[in-house]
């Protein structure tokens, strides 16, 4: 079976401060790993996701996150924040094989002040 | 533009009432995903198809129904079955050549019990 924790309900973050949104994960083989974000009343989109290679990852609106094996993590990050980031923030997992569903956090609520 | 479309956006059904939400693709992706969405549960699996003409239950199917008769389309029936349907639901889809990495997803419609 596999899982997602974001042990984060809420983040709040000042603008200009970097912030980190946590997630770790559970899953048999390889993980292919994903973060979404969700502004009110909307879909989920695609920010960034890790299949293979290098452990940083960048992705939309200046959004990186770093995989660690080790610590099976995979924390979404950003250099400095914007108002306009204030939204939810989805992890995702699924493992390398199988019907290719993933499983969700129950999602992050970033709150950048400004 | 290619994308998913779910109507309607807002809808309100009352007790003992079928309502049916629709998700229409054209992005040529070859699965589809039905999610339910409620405040701090994140996304839950109601029916995937990978394939049209078969679908497959998810996590929490009971009290929902689903057809894919053509590729581009994917109703969820919300039947009278479903004790609490008030909730976000999002339609997602997925091309299975792109080896099954990222959803994409619509704007969702929220459905709401009078």
């Known amino acids: 079976a596999q899982s997602v924790a974001q042990p984060e309900d809420q983040v709040n973050v000042a603008e200009g401060n970097p912030l980190t949104v946590k997630c770790t994960y559970s899953v048999s083989g390889n993980p292919y790993l994903f973060w979404y974000v969700q502004y009110p009343n909307r879909g989920l989109q695609f920010l960034l996701k890790y299949i293979t290679g290098d452990n940083l990852v960048k992705g939309s609106y200046g959004f990186e996150a770093e995989f660690n094996k080790s610590q099976t993590s995979f924390h979404l990050k950003k250099p400095s924040a914007l108002v306009s980031d204030s939204a939810l923030y989805f992890c995702a997992v699924r493992g390398s094989g199988g019907s290719y569903i993933p499983t969700f956090g129950r999602g992050t609520s970033l709150i950048v002040h400004p | 533009d290619g994308g998913i479309t779910q109507s309607p956006k807002y809808l309100f059904r009352k007790e003992g009432q079928n309502v049916t939400l629709s998700c229409e693709q054209n992005l040529n992706h070859d699965a589809m995903y039905w999610y339910r969405q409620d405040p701090g549960q994140g996304l839950r699996l109601i029916y995937y198809?990978?394939?049209?003409?078969?679908?497959q239950k998810g996590d929490i199917a009971e009290g929902y129904s689903v057809s894919r008769e053509k590729k581009e389309s994917f109703p969820l029936t919300v039947t009278s079955a479903q004790k609490n349907p008030t909730a976000f639901y999002l339609c997602a889809s997925r091309n299975n050549r792109e080896g099954g990495y990222g959803y994409t997803f619509g704007s969702g419609t929220r459905l709401t019990v009078v």
């Open positions: 198809s990978q394939i049209v003409n078969d679908f």
